[in-house]
């Protein structure tokens, strides 16, 4: 595709029309309630929570894009100045409310834009998501995929967001006298939240703008503003820090739960050499095989499952697993699935960065747009075990991803300012052009 056509979450000027994936602050730089240079293509979830992103922005901009139909998109080729057609699918990315991947079918070709994305497997949307990719391309290659490379990397291996959740409600069970602390976005793991409410029958607090996300979103019942209400609180995880959870202590017994497959990094406590995310999934329960007590750190039955995932650096803090992203083996599944000619991390400038090529560039190039474009009707049965085979990472455990852009930001649990850091990672966006 000629430079100049579309963008993908990249908000610079000279495009003729912009697609939006989600609204995470890293997809949405550059992007202002001023913002006004074309047709700015979304869900039908992002453009309903749009005007709390971004108040006062022209709302005649926006044009849904439907999942699993073709829209048809007349541009002009910068080149030659001719009218040219670009047809644009969206499928679920299954990351947060309203996230989606585009596909992309024009002249040049196929291609397809992840955003952020979760593929896993025992999910309905990635069904669905599975049903319409495959009926999308049909025998047409796929010349070029962006691809969420996240977790590009087979240290990282985590359970789907059912187990983990699992792992969390055995977590808060077993402090029943203590307040719960659980770190999360403005956007993104509503059904965590949900499914904690609902297995423990508890409102959940959540801050007045977050409230509004919540009543945005249909849920009206569930989350309250009153800290009398519930002893669970979701609060923004820019403010998740052991100085915070050690002051909240000293007042009532707190523990804190961190539900991310990002390595965190937050200040070790006093005697301790652990940075909070030196290790993702590595402790001691892969090497005993055995389980651990949430209270008091000794052996004791399996509550739900596999807890290779759940990790307590300190005293208050437990890390879970629990990723909107997908995990290594689902990466490696969803390429095996597309066998596209070329592909591209659209996670750039990170000094963790991999390539995609690196692990799965035998998944790729002509050869595979060969097989997919000539295979027969008795080769149908190979696609379907591609669909369901069960990818195992070759290592186990993840590791701290060290060197990545840090910003600060300045929030304590109740929306008051306390200095804490995050990882961000920058770097989406792309304006589509020839590879």
Known sequence: MESGMISVDKWSSGSQVYFLTHLHADHTVGLSSKWSRAPLFCSRVTAKLFPSKFPGFDLSLLRVVEIGRWHSLPLVSPTSGSATTVSVMAIDANHCPGSLMYLFRGEFGCMLYTGDFRWEKSSNTVEVGRTIL????????LDILYLDNTY????YSFPSREVAAKQIVDIIT???????????DSLGKEDLLLYISRTLNIKIWVWPERLQIMHLLGFHDIFTTKTSLTRVRAVPRYSF?????????????TI????????????????????????????????????????????????NGDLRSVERYCEYIYTIAYSDHSCFAEIHEFIELLRPISMKGIVSSSPSYIDPHYFFG??????????????????EERLEKVDTIEIKSTIG??????????????????GRVSRVSLLRRLGHGVRIADI
Request: glycine share 10%; proline share 5%.
């Open 134 to 141: 495959l009926d999308a391309l049909k025998n047409e290659k």
């Open 256 to 303: 804190g739960i961190m539900p991310s497959g990002l390595p965190w990094a937050v200040k070790a406590v006093k005697g301790n050499g652990n940075v909070f995310g030196s290790s993702c999934s590595t402790s001691g329960l892969n090497k005993s095989n055995g389980n651990m007590d949430f209270a008091n750190g000794s052996k004791t039955h399996e509550p």
């Open 241 to 253: 820090s052991i100085e915070t959870l050690e002051g909240l202590n000293t007042l009532c017994p």
């Open 152 to 155: 590009c990397n087979p240290r």
């Open 174 to 184: 077993a402090h029943p006298k203590h307040d719960i602390i659980i770190g999360i």
């Open 362 to 379: 035998h998944l790729c190039g002509t050869k595979q747009a060969f097989w997919r474009l000539h295979q027969k009707l008795d080769n």
């Open 397 to 414: 455990g993840t590791s701290s991803v060290a060197g990545r852009k840090r910003k600060r930001d300045q929030y304590d649990f109740l």
